[in-house]
């Protein structure tokens, strides 16, 4: 079971990034897939989570800016109208019961 993500790195104040983690096909289909995100000095926190039905969820203060969707073995996160406080290493997460796995991580710097 692997997720890779990827698309990590600075973006302009108010610019857009997409980040995709590429997950493993024996866990995609069934499983929840999320993405979530550490800022420094703060816990990890939830940014957003699809189902395998397609229902998605999201953190409010991301709300209307980012979405979360599903394409072959990748679940991608689109961030539109990035913020300062965006900034964090960025988590994919998949979890169905109790077995959880996540990435390595992915660094999003926004910069004014």
């Known amino acids: 079971v692997q997720l890779v993500e990827s698309g990590g790195g600075l973006v302009q104040l108010g610019g857009p990034l997409r980040l995709p983690c590429a997950a493993s096909?024996?866990?995609?289909?069934?499983?929840?897939m999320g993405w979530y995100r550490q800022a420094p000095g703060k816990q990890r926190e939830l940014v957003a989570v699809?189902?395998?039905?397609?229902n998605t969820n999201y953190a409010d203060s991301v709300k209307g800016r980012f979405t979360i969707f599903r394409a072959k073995n990748t679940v991608l996160l689109q961030m539109n109208s990035s913020k300062p406080e965006d900034t964090g290493v960025y988590y994919c997460?998949?979890?169905?019961?109790?077995?959880?796995?996540w990435g390595q991580g992915t660094q999003v710097t926004v910069s004014s």
């Open positions: 997460n998949a979890h169905r019961g109790l077995s959880a796995f």
């Open positions: 096909g024996s866990i995609f289909s069934s499983y929840v």
């Open positions: 699809i189902g395998s039905g397609g």
